[in-house]
């Protein structure tokens, strides 16, 4: 039997089979030393492997241990940060990982796998418009890799953006949010992008309560210049009269559906307004002209006025009110301060018209700064007494503000005509014949006919074939509806001015005449009886 044989076989040889050869022995022994050195090799391969694997496994586990404390980092991160944090992919669906404080910001837990633009404006209605530009954006940056980033901030849709907060069925709240994004890079090509979003609701809050003091405060200041700059007497009847007419205003609310109604409180907000910007008060004159914008618009449709406009007007007369009554208190604590305790009468009638015509002075170089206008002023005036400068103080500025607005030319346009840059307002104010005359006259472009007409057909106040004189035509300007103006500003009147000029001369029994010639100017002539003739 050959030694190969023997080896192969599991049973222990025989004495037979172990008589062997020196020659058999030789090459069994070699055989033998072979397996040995085969066994030491594979014994030394095998644990060199293990010793790879055991550092592999290690290495590995290290690596497990970084990637959970990492994982267990970016999740206190998350969790902590006070900044919404969240990742969308191209198909505008945000991923799992986002930040604790965005279910604070956005009241909800149903973020993951959302698509940011139902997260963002749920509502797909009333927010169309709103969607479409979120969605282009965000598309942009995916897409759009030549716009630099910097460059599309400026265009951002939800930087420092209003939004409307579902919490539950019955109730939402009104966020200020400003959202930043980031492009995320794989190689190259956008693979998401990052958007962090902060509540900005408490700041703009706040900031608005500082800007509130700070115009409350300004209001002050600009309230006790013009009391010290007009005199404490001339705020007297202004605080009484507007106090009055807001009163009238409260009660007439419910019924601005009225056509007359809202004329009429639309009319006396104008006189507000005029009246404020007099005296220079420039913060109030701008609270009554929001409240007119406001009641132009429900003029135009008043039987479709709701509820909440009427609030909206009404929390602009508690404003107004509320500058009036500190207007009040600081006249008062003015006057008791100088020891001015003189009442109305105390000071002369020539006084008081004196300082009247000082302060349209100085109110007709203010509006002419507003409308960007140069213009002269001439005054003439031979009244000792004028009884009725109270009730003509406000017709008298609308008067002024439409020879400056809708009178005296643009500085180009003057120079085209060959008139001199600097405008001329000449006011006269003297008696005859038992009758006060106030004359009020610019060199501006006198009255456009075919202007009047135009507008006239327009708003359907007479017909197009109509064949009407000058003087019919002058007579429609003193129209509530009637407006040769296209822009409205809180210099500017919204044609109803005359209408309030004329009203307040015939209740005291007087009567108004205008005479225009193109390119020359216009002469608007007042006349008041000195003695009223009582009605029967």
């Known amino acids: ?207 608005k309560m500082v800007e509130q003091e700070k115009m409350k405060h300004e209001s002050e200041i600009e309230s006790i210049s013009a009391i010290l700059k007009a005199g404490p007497n001339a705020f007297l009847d202004f605080c009484e009269e507007t106090k009055d007419l807001l009163n009238n205003f409260y009660s007439k609310l419910e019924d601005l559906a009225n056509p007359k109604v809202i004329s009429y409180v639309f009319r006396e907000m104008h006189s507000i307004k005029g009246s404020a910007k007099y005296f220079h008060l420039v913060h109030l004159a701008s609270i009554a002209h929001e409240a007119e914008n406001i009641l132009s618009n429900l003029k135009a449709q008043p039987q479709d006025i709701q509820p909440a406009s009427i609030e909206e007007i009404r929390a602009h007369l508690d404003d107004i009110m509320e500058q009036i009554i500190h207007i009040e208190e600081m006249n008062q604590k003015i006057i008791d301060f100088s020891q001015q305790l003189s009442s109305k009468k105390s000071t002369s009638e020539k006084a008081t018209l004196e300082n009247y015509l000082k302060q349209l002075q100085e109110m007709i170089i203010s509006i002419a700064n507003d409308l960007d206008k140069k213009v002269k002023i001439k005054i003439n005036n031979t009244l ?106 809180l210099v500017s009147g919204r044609g109803m001015g005359l209408d309030i000029v004329k009203e307040a001369i015939e209740k005291l029994g007087g009567k108004i005449a205008i005479k225009t010639k193109k390119d020359r100017g216009t002469k608007i002539q007042i006349i008041i009886p000195e003695k009223r003739k009582k009605r029967l």
């Not at 986002?98 to 940011?116: D, M, P, R, T, V």
């Not at 420092?160 to 400003?178: G, P, R």
């Not at 000058?470 to 409205?488: A, E």
Request: with cysteine; aromatic share 10%; net charge negative.
């Open 1 to 207: 039997m050959k030694l190969n044989e023997i080896l192969a076989d599991p049973k222990p040889p025989t004495k037979e089979q172990l008589k062997l050869s020196y020659k058999d022995f030789v090459r069994f022994y070699w055989k033998y030393r072979g397996l040995v050195k085969e066994k030491e090799r594979n014994a030394a391969f095998w644990e060199s492997t293990n010793e790879n694997l055991k550092e592999a496994y290690n290495k590995l586990d290290e690596q497990e241990r970084l990637i959970e404390r990492a994982y267990q980092i970016n999740k206190r991160y998350l969790d902590n940060i006070q900044e919404g944090l969240l990742l969308v992919d191209k198909n505008l669906f945000i991923l799992g990982e986002y930040s604790h404080f965005l279910e604070k910001i956005f009241h909800s837990n149903q973020i993951a796998g959302k698509n940011i633009l139902d997260f963002v404006y749920p509502d797909q209605f009333l927010s169309a418009n709103e969607r479409a530009e979120l969605k282009e954006f965000i598309e942009m940056l995916f897409h759009n890799l030549a716009a630099d980033m910097e460059m599309l901030e400026d265009v951002n849709p939800l930087k420092n953006k209003s939004i409307l907060v579902h919490v539950d069925h019955k109730t939402n709240i009104d966020k200020v949010i400003n959202a930043q994004f980031f492009r995320i890079f794989n190689k190259d090509h956008v693979e998401n992008i990052m958007i962090i979003i902060q509540d900005k609701t408490n700041l703009v809050k706040m900031q």
């Open 384 to 489: 000792t007494h004028f009884p009725f400068l109270k009730q003509l103080k406000n017709p008298m500025i609308h008067l002024i503000r439409n020879c400056l607005d809708h009178g005296i030319e643009p500085e180009l346009e003057r120079i085209s005509l060959n008139k001199k840059v600097e405008g001329l307002i000449k006011l006269d104010f003297h008696i005859k014949d038992g009758n006060y005359y106030i004359e009020i006259t610019d060199d501006g472009s006198g009255i456009n006919y075919d202007k009047i007409k135009k507008k006239a057909i327009e708003r359907q106040l007479i017909q197009s074939e109509e064949d009407i004189t000058q003087g019919q035509l002058l007579s429609l300007i003193f129209r509530s509806d009637f407006s040769s103006k296209d822009n409205v500003s």
